[in-house]
């Protein structure tokens, strides 16, 4: 993996992470590597691990460092990830930074984007899906024709269980415990870290975020 480029994106629920790894990773030609889609792949075959892992998400809570770190290895074991990947969602906490950086899939850049808590609360209370697809609607941002409805189906559009406020509040205090101390941890390493604020014009940040990374390579 030496001389791949390997992005690790930080930032609070809510921060645009997802929209922003899939930009990147189109931009750069890297595998999506994503905890949370490995975490549903999981419950969607009915595994102990899904269901286990399920009931921590919806508290608002990580699933712990040893069951990330294993499915981690297995994933980076997969040929998409031979050419370069980055880590939506990995590392969450020192201890996983760490297990990260001893294996040959060590980050050569962290992009944190930054958005305040009040931001990340609007985003994510308004968000509405629907569940047999994955289509994503927001109340405000990007509303659906009826109101409660999906475009496609007319399915009746849900609320997710830790999008509801109290489990958003809840995952960023986790989110301050476990996962901000990282700004730290990769500020003092050699890595290329980028800092950008996440509550702009996307296709502005993307633009941003491609052009640091391109200066470094």
């Not at 040929?79 to 990947?85: E, I, P």
Request: net charge negative; hydrophobic share 35%.
């Amino acid at each position: 993996m030496a001389g791949k480029m390997r992005i690790v994106l930080l930032g609070a629920p809510g921060a645009g992470k997802g929209t922003q790894a899939k930009r990147l990773c189109a931009q750069f030609d890297l595998a999506h590597i994503s905890t949370g889609d490995m975490l549903r792949h999981k419950l969607a075959h009915g595994t102990a691990l899904g269901l286990s892992a399920k009931k921590k998400m919806d508290a608002g809570e990580l699933v712990s460092d040893d069951i990330i770190v294993g499915m981690l290895k297995d994933r980076l074991e997969e040929k998409d990830a031979d050419a370069g990947c980055l880590f939506d969602g990995f590392p969450r906490t020192e201890h996983q930074a760490q297990a990260l950086d001893s294996t040959p899939a060590r980050p050569t850049a962290v992009v944190d984007l930054d958005v305040d808590d009040e931001s990340v609360v609007e985003r994510l209370c308004g968000r509405l899906v629907h569940p047999p697809s994955g289509r994503v609607y927001h109340v405000h941002f990007s509303p659906p024709k009826i109101a409660g409805k999906d475009d496609e189906t007319g399915d009746t559009l849900v609320q997710r269980d830790d999008d509801r406020e109290e489990t958003v509040r809840e995952r960023l205090s986790v989110y301050r415990r476990q996962t901000l101390p990282l700004k730290s941890y990769y500020g003092k390493s050699p890595v290329h870290y980028i800092s950008i604020a996440g509550g702009g014009d996307i296709a502005d940040i993307s633009r941003r975020l491609i052009a640091e990374l391109q200066s470094q390579n």
